[in-house]
């Protein structure tokens, strides 16, 4: 055989092996492929399954993936889910598709007020089960839940921001700011508590104290509406000549915006208001009390995964001896840090449109600004 022909020999040859190599791995037995995409129908099957609750929660995202575990309830669109492998979760509620609970609990429905019993939760409907009797609501109605026994410690959550300046040399000075937020709520009411406070001195001398505490009782109606019957603010400012500022109030409020990433309600009504000054001219009076009226709005969004924004402003109507009208402003950036700590960045605006002259003639300004720095810790 010439060398000529043993080469078109082999090149043939080696052609009929790939051709038979490739067919032999197209064939059903060797295909290789994503088993959904093998097996739509076991796979369609794996999804659609509905898991006996008995030892655990259950959850289904609409990805179609599970999670086994126990749900600590749902608030402001976020379902808290605990689950031994992954540790505590908060799941956008948009996110979920199913859920099934092995233990009964408390909802609060738009329009139908408190139910309770063993829920089980499709993309469409809340089925809930208590003593036999089963009864069906729209998905979109449910405003917060709960289950299990409802343990006091499960209500409430908090944040303390915490920031100091500390300068030396030519100057010395030291800047004290802190931050508080406590919140309890259930499915049916929300308990806030507010605190802003900030203490400086420069060279021994103190330059700036000022202390503000708010408190909020809320009940709701509806997912959206909500009343106020008790609202309060203590603020203390001896550099604005104020010994001391009681409000006290009752209102309304309303939801404007309430997503997985943003939240947005108003809120007003009116109020009583007293105050006592450090000092006043001869003669004049060193405590006024007014009718008041308060309106506010509280606005959250979440930026990124990691930075969230916020916005809070207050304004109240009094007498024109108490100061006409005053509103309180806190805008604030917060930039996750690691786990539960926070860098909080906040402006602060106070304003009285008629201060108070004290007993020396000085008459207070009508705006302070500040720019708190400082580490936040939430639990």
Not at 19 to 37: F, K, M, Q, R, V
Not at 106 to 126: C, H, M, Q, R
Not at 148 to 156: A, H, L, P, R, T
Request: aromatic letters at 14%; a negative charge; one cysteine or more.
């Amino acid at each position: 055989m010439s060398s000529e022909r043993f080469f078109y020999t082999s090149l043939l040859l080696i052609c009929l092996l790939f051709i038979s190599c490739a067919y032999a791995g197209n064939t059903p037995g060797n295909t290789l492929s994503d088993p959904d995409e093998a097996n739509p129908d076991a796979a369609a099957a794996w999804e659609n399954a509905r898991p006996v609750a008995t030892k655990y929660d259950w959850v289904q995202l609409t990805s179609g993936e599970w999670l086994k575990g126990e749900i600590k309830g749902l608030y402001n669109k976020s379902l808290e889910f605990d689950s031994d492998k992954l540790g505590l979760l908060n799941i956008d509620w948009e996110d979920v598709s199913y859920v099934k609970t092995h233990i009964p609990g408390s909802a609060k429905l738009e329009g139908n007020g408190n139910v309770y019993g063993y829920f089980e939760i499709t993309p469409d409907k809340i089925v809930v089960t208590n003593d036999g009797r089963v009864e069906e609501y729209d998905r979109s109605l449910i405003v917060s839940f709960i289950t299990g026994g409802e343990e006091e410690k499960d209500f409430w959550t908090a944040k303390f921001t915490l920031g100091l300046n500390v300068r030396s040399g030519n100057t010395d000075q030291v800047d004290y700011t802190a931050k508080t937020k406590i919140k309890r709520e259930t499915s049916f009411s929300r308990y806030i508590m507010d605190y802003i406070g900030n203490i400086s001195s420069t060279s021994g001398d103190e330059t700036s104290n000022n202390h503000r505490v708010t408190g909020s009782y809320d009940i709701f109606i509806t997912r959206r509406f909500f009343v106020r019957p008790l609202f309060g603010e203590y603020f203390r400012d001896p550099f604005q000549n104020i010994d001391y500022k009681v409000t006290i109030g009752t209102g309304v409020g309303y939801t404007l915006i309430d997503t997985s990433k943003t939240e947005w309600g108003i809120v007003g009504g009116p109020g009583y208001q007293e105050t006592r000054f450090e000092s006043v001219l001869p003669g004049e009076d060193d405590k006024e009390t007014t009718p008041a009226l308060v309106l506010g709005t509280d606005f959250d969004t979440e930026l990124t995964n990691w930075i969230d924004y916020l916005f809070n402003y207050q304004i109240t109507w009094v007498n024109q001896e108490s100061g006409g009208y005053t509103h309180h402003l806190v805008t604030s950036v917060e930039i996750d840090l690691i786990k539960s700590f926070d860098l909080d960045i906040s402006f602060i605006w106070d304003h009285i449109n008629n201060p108070t002259e004290a007993d020396d003639g000085t008459i207070p300004e009508k705006d302070d600004y500040r720019i708190m720095f400082g580490v936040s810790y939430d639990f």
